[in-house]
C-alpha cells in the first residue's frame, strides 16, 4: 500500500500540462531556405501537415492558421529576423481568439518561450511540449504515465530557470530560504532531482516484472515479433489482420499506441507467435523524449524479428523510413535483427498497381488482407531461422512415451494415426536443442524434413 501511495504521488497532474481546455492554435513553421538545417527529404509544406495532424490529434485543439515564415538560423533567441518576426507578430494578433502557439521546432529554450510569449500574448509550444502532450492523453498504464512524468523533469529544469532568473530581477539577487543556507534553485533542483530518481526507481521495479514475464514467456517458448513503424504507419491495423483479433481498435491519429501491447497470431505452419505493437516514430523527436520511453522499446531488443510498416503513400515516406532505422540503429540491437528485419509497404490498395522498388520489401494491404499470406510465410521462414526451430514429420510408435515426450517438449501440429501397425505420423515444430535430444532417446524414429 505505502509502494501505491508513493506511485500515485509521482502520477499527480503536472504543472506543465496544457489542461482539459480548448486551444485556438497558430502554427508557425520556420522554413531553413539554405544550410546544413535544411533537410533534403521534406518541405516546409509538408512539415507544416505534420504539425496540423499532431495538432488534431488532440481533443478540443483547432488550428487557426498555418503560418511558414523563412528564417536563416532557427537557434537565435527570436528564431525568426527582425523584418519577419514584426510580419509574423502582427498575423498573430490579427488572429481571431488565439490562445496559442505552435511553433514547429524540436524544442526552444525557457528565455525565448517567454520572449516569444511576451511579444504575442499567448501560449507558445514547440515538437517537445505538443508531443508530450499527446502522450501524456494516451497514456493508459502506469509505466507510459511515469515515462511521461520522467519526460517532463527536462522542462521543469528549464522553467525553473526561467523563473529564478526572474525572482532575481525582481528581487536583486537569490535569496537563501528558511535560513538553510540553500538557495532558491538549489532547493528547487535538489526536488526535481529526487524526483527523478524515484521515477526510475518506479520504472526499474516495472522493468524487473516485466523481465520476469519475458523469462516466464521464454519457457514457453512462443516466438516474437515486435512491429514497428513511423506513428499512423498502420502497425494496429496490420497486427489485427494477422491476428484476426477483434478487439483490437486501431485509430486513424499520431501516437495512439503507447503502451506495448502482445497480441498471439498464428503462422502458416499453426505455429504461435507473439505480435508486439510498440510506440510510433516521428521526425525530430528530441532525444531525452525517445529516452523517456527506452524501457517500451527495451522489449524489442529481445524479439526474435522486427517487422518494420511504412506507409508507402505518404509523401515523406522515405524520410520516415530513415528516422525508424536511425531510432532502431540508437537502441544498440543486436545486428541479426537489424539484419532479418521484414520490411512491409502498406496502404498499397491505394495506389494503382504498386510494385516495391526495395529488394525483399513485401506489398501489403493491412485494411484489405492484400498480402497477408505472402508476409506470414516471409515471418515464419525468417522465425525458423532465428529460433533455430523446424517443422518435420516423425513415425512414432503409439505404444511408446516419444508422442507425449513430443507433447511436452515440441509443438506438435497434426497426429495422423495408422490403427493397423499401432504407428502414427506426427507433424512438430521442434526447437534444435529438443531435437538432438529426441534422436539420442529415439534412435529408431523415422524422420521427415518438411
Not at 504543472?15 to 521534406?42: D, F, M, N
Amino acid at each position: 500500500e505505502e509502494e501505491e501511495a508513493a506511485l500515485e504521488e509521482l502520477l499527480v497532474p503536472s504543472p506543465l500540462a496544457p489542461g482539459p481546455g480548448a486551444q485556438r492554435v497558430a502554427i508557425v513553421h520556420p522554413a531553413v531556405k539554405w544550410g546544413p538545417q535544411k533537410s533534403p527529404l521534406t518541405t516546409a509544406e509538408l512539415q507544416i501537415a505534420e504539425a496540423v495532424a499532431l495538432v488534431d490529434t488532440l481533443q478540443n485543439w483547432t488550428v487557426l492558421d498555418k503560418i511558414i515564415i523563412p528564417t536563416k538560423n532557427p537557434n537565435k533567441k527570436f528564431v525568426f529576423g527582425k523584418g519577419n518576426f514584426q510580419v509574423l507578430t502582427e498575423k498573430i494578433k490579427k488572429l481571431p481568439h488565439v490562445t496559442a502557439v505552435f511553433l514547429n521546432v524540436e524544442r526552444i529554450s525557457s528565455l525565448t518561450k517567454k520572449e516569444l510569449e511576451g511579444a504575442w500574448g499567448v501560449q507558445v509550444f514547440d515538437r517537445y511540449t505538443v508531443v508530450l502532450h499527446i502522450f501524456r492523453c494516451n497514456a493508459q498504464t502506469k509505466e507510459a504515465k511515469l515515462q511521461v512524468a520522467l519526460a517532463e523533469i527536462p522542462l521543469l529544469r528549464s522553467n525553473l530557470k526561467n523563473e529564478v532568473s526572474q525572482r532575481d530581477q525582481q528581487r536583486g539577487g537569490s535569496r537563501y530560504i528558511m535560513g538553510s543556507g540553500e538557495t532558491f534553485l538549489e532547493t528547487q533542483n535538489r526536488v526535481l532531482k529526487e524526483r527523478e530518481l524515484k521515477i526510475r526507481n518506479a520504472l526499474e521495479k516495472l522493468r524487473r516484472k516485466r523481465a520476469l514475464l519475458r523469462t516466464q514467456r521464454r519457457k514457453s517458448e512462443f516466438p516474437l515479433v515486435s512491429v514497428m513503424g513511423y506513428t499512423n504507419c498502420g502497425k494496429t491495423t496490420l497486427i489485427k489482420a494477422l491476428t484476426g483479433e477483434a478487439g483490437l481498435q486501431p485509430r486513424d491519429q499520431l501516437f495512439a499506441t503507447l503502451d506495448i501491447t502482445a497480441h498471439a497470431g498464428y503462422l502458416p505452419s499453426h505455429m504461435a507467435v507473439i505480435y508486439v505493437d510498440t510506440i510510433g516514430f516521428l521526425t525530430d523527436l528530441p532525444h531525452n523524449l525517445v529516452e523517456s520511453f527506452s524501457a517500451t522499446l527495451e522489449e524489442v531488443a529481445y524479439s526474435d524479428l522486427i517487422v518494420h510498416v511504412r506507409d508507402v503513400t505518404h509523401p515523406e515516406t522515405i524520410l520516415q523510413k530513415a528516422t525508424v532505422l536511425s531510432v532502431l540503429r540508437n537502441l544498440n540491437l543486436p545486428s541479426h535483427l537489424l539484419d532479418s528485419m521484414v520490411e512491409v509497404h502498406n496502404k498499397v490498395d491505394l495506389i494503382e498497381r504498386y510494385k516495391p522498388t526495395e529488394e525483399n520489401a513485401l506489398a501489403v494491404s493491412a485494411l484489405h488482407g492484400h498480402g497477408l499470406e505472402e508476409l506470414k510465410q516471409e515471418i515464419e521462414k525468417k522465425i525458423l531461422t532465428a529460433t533455430g526451430k523446424k517443422i518435420l514429420t516423425v513415425n512414432i510408435n503409439l505404444e511408446g512415451p516419444q508422442l507425449s515426450w513430443l507433447y511436452k517438449e515440441a509443438t506438435v501440429q497434426e497426429v495422423e494415426v495408422m490403427p493397423e501397425d499401432g504407428t502414427a505420423r506426427v507433424k512438430v515444430i521442434i526447437g534444435s536443442s529438443a531435437f538432438g535430444r529426441y534422436k539420442s532417446l529415439f534412435p529408431n524414429s523415422k524422420i521427415f524434413m518438411s
